[in-house]
């Protein structure tokens, strides 16, 4: 059999990057350390989109180690950086020439985010665990080195990334037990786990993942939605099947879980001339950039997407829309220039509902991420900013 790193540098490689993920403190351990300096990543990414920004928007150029130097591709694999290796559900590297457009939907996850998620779930030796979003196969090989291949089962949703994570994964020597499949019905032949990973997002925890994950085991996940705010928890499993936890520090995101995907916006453009009521607004635009603000308004609008529109000659309109019960909410510069004015119609005042939300968090003195925490019940699911009488939010059902 020919030497895969006859001149050892993707060996040196590995090595780097695992000082760098530990100098950062995201590598914390030496088993964690062991499997990032074993897994070959170059086997679970033969082939990716690198990314550029430009006038046209995001474009996606296909890199290979036959499209350019061997070294700086090897290089490029090494890098802490997430790589993009699926464009809308088909498109792969070798599918097309040179750039093009698309929304990534498969891809291997930067390793710092993986080894620290890793760590964050801390599994002891010969834990059984579930990870949902098998990608590439690189994170589920780490736990194949660390736990033993009998003791890791991943599941799927697309059937080419599943099929070509099996492929790395067999080249890679592991043998977990992989699923192809709806990852939000988690494994019951499998189960119980003693924790479940997800490296998708949910906008509500499944509740198959309850039944799955042994009493005292964890689920960690980053819960999101449509408007892409994002939080990272570590729930623990109750005897009784309810679960609870704590966010966890970081911006941490991930694509959304296939089934749970935003409805299509359709032609939204009569929505907005419906009648509406307008004042002046105390938040403006900014709340969709800013980490937590945009987690707030996640929760305190989880039907809503937003989107910017312009008129010809005319400033930038923000809006917030949910498509499913005809709700917006439009932001437009007042003539101050400093402020904005708000356009609500629909049922619900979705920036109203945002505003009080910032407004609620800002009163509590802005508190980091930590100060939430998530409870799962069979009644519903609840985040709560954990300060005295702190204000609640219900998950999506
Ligand atoms: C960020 S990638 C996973 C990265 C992967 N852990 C790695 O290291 O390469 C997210 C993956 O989740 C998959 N996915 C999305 N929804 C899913 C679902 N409901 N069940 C299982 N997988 C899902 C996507 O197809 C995608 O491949």
């Known amino acids: 059999m020919t030497d895969p790193d006859p001149d050892g ?11 760098e993920l530990e100098d950062t403190g995201r590598l914390r351990s030496a088993a964690w350390r062991a499997a990032v300096t074993t897994v070959p990543r170059e086997v679970f990414v033969p082939e990716f989109f690198r990314r550029s920004d430009g006038p046209q928007g ?3 150029t296909p890199a290979a180690p036959g499209t350019g130097s061997a070294d700086v591709w090897l290089e490029e694999v090494y890098a802490d950086e997430t790589l993009v290796t699926q464009l809308d559900g088909h498109v792969h590297p070798n599918d097309v020439d040179g750039p093009v457009g698309g929304e990534p939907t498969s891809s291997s996850t930067l390793p710092g985010l993986v080894v620290r998620m890793l760590e964050d779930l ?11 979003g098998t990608g590439t196969g690189y994170s589920t090989a780490l736990m194949c080195h660390r736990l033993g291949s009998d003791n890791v089962t991943s599941i799927e949703y697309d059937p080419a990334a599943a099929a070509r994570a099996r492929t790395a994964i067999t080249t890679a020597g592991y043998t977990p037990r992989l699923i192809r499949g709806d990852g939000l019905q988690g494994d019951p032949e499998g189960a119980p786990y003693d924790h479940l990973i997800a490296t998708c997002s949910v906008r509500t925890i499944p509740s198959a993942w309850l039944r799955q994950v042994k009493p005292g085991g964890t689920i960690l996940t980053t819960v999101s939605g449509w408007l892409y705010g994002s939080g990272l928890v570590r729930l623990t499993v109750k005897e009784d099947g309810t679960a609870e936890g704590r966010f966890l520090p970081g911006t941490v995101s991930f694509m959304i879980a296939r089934p749970q995907a935003a409805p299509g916006l359709g032609d939204f453009s009569g929505l907005l001339r419906q009648p509406a009521e307008e004042r002046s607004a105390r938040h403006g635009p900014e709340v969709f950039r800013d980490w937590i603000p945009l987690f707030l308004a996640q929760l305190a609008a989880p039907g809503a997407q937003d989107l910017t529109t312009r008129v010809a000659g005319g400033p930038k309109l923000v809006h917030a829309i949910d498509v499913r019960d005809g709700s917006f909410a439009t932001l437009t510069p007042d003539d101050s220039g400093d402020g904005f004015l708000v356009r609500q119609g629909g049922p619900v005042r979705l920036w109203d509902n945002i505003e009080a939300a910032v407004d609620a968090w800002r009163a509590a003195g802005s508190p980091p991420q930590t100060a939430f925490t998530l409870t799962v019940t069979p009644n519903g699911q609840r985040v709560q900013l954990d300060t005295e009488g702190g204000p609640t939010w219900d998950l999506p059902t």
């Open 9 to 19: 540098l993707a060996a040196r490689l590995r090595t780097q990057l695992a000082d």
């Open 58 to 60: 995001t474009m996606w």
């Open 122 to 132: 801390d599994p002891k030796d010969a834990a059984r665990v579930l990870e949902i």
